[in-house]
């Protein structure tokens, strides 16, 4: 088993030269140690269901802050458990949500209710100023980006880095190939 380090020491590099995506797909993550670090990160350090849902899209699903701000409300749904990303020129993709995920979705929307019941923002997220605004602008990425930066931590950074500091990582990395 590699150390914890290496493999974050790799994940930041990866980021640097843009190759984050490649580095992903090949390792090999135990995908039940991931899902639990992230369950305990999102609920220990965050209390906003705005923040922990925007937090869980991108470290489970690995989603950037440019999908996570165009997301509307419409393309929920839960009763079947899906998420629609619209993809511009090509066909959407659609992300089945695990359990986790869709508490935290459903806890954003009734706090969204609660706090904005008139809003005609057609989008998911919103914040206070977005969500009276009546031309139904997007929140800015800055939103998405703000959550990594408290951890001084970045979200091209995806899928562990917000918590791999202080948590044990059970993943093996492959060894960088140029």
């Not at 995908?31 to 992230?38: G, H, I, L, S």
């Not at 619209?86 to 706090?115: C, K, P, S």
Request: glycine share 6%.
């Amino acid at each position: 088993m590699a150390q914890p380090n290496r493999h974050l020491a790799l994940l930041r590099a990866a980021c640097r030269e843009g190759q984050l995506g490649r580095l992903l797909r090949s390792a090999r993550w135990e995908a039940d140690e991931v899902r639990d670090e992230v369950h305990s990160y999102v609920l220990d350090r965050l209390d906003d269901p705005r923040d922990r849902l925007m937090v869980a899209l991108v470290a489970i699903y690995a989603l950037l802050p440019g999908q996570i701000v165009h997301l509307r409300r419409t393309d929920l749904d839960r009763s079947k458990g899906r998420l629609r990303l619209r993809r511009v020129g090509r066909l959407d993709h659609v992300i089945y949500l695990d359990a986790f995920t869709l508490r935290l979705a459903t806890a954003w929307e009734l706090q969204r209710h609660r706090r904005w019941p008139d809003s005609s923002d057609p989008h998911f997220f919103v914040t206070r100023n977005t969500a009276v605004d009546d031309s139904g602008p997007p929140i800015g990425a800055g939103v998405v980006q703000h959550l990594f930066q408290s951890s001084n931590e970045s979200a091209c950074q995806p899928a562990a880095y917000a918590w791999t500091e202080s948590s044990t990582r059970r993943a093996t990395a492959p060894t960088p190939s140029g």
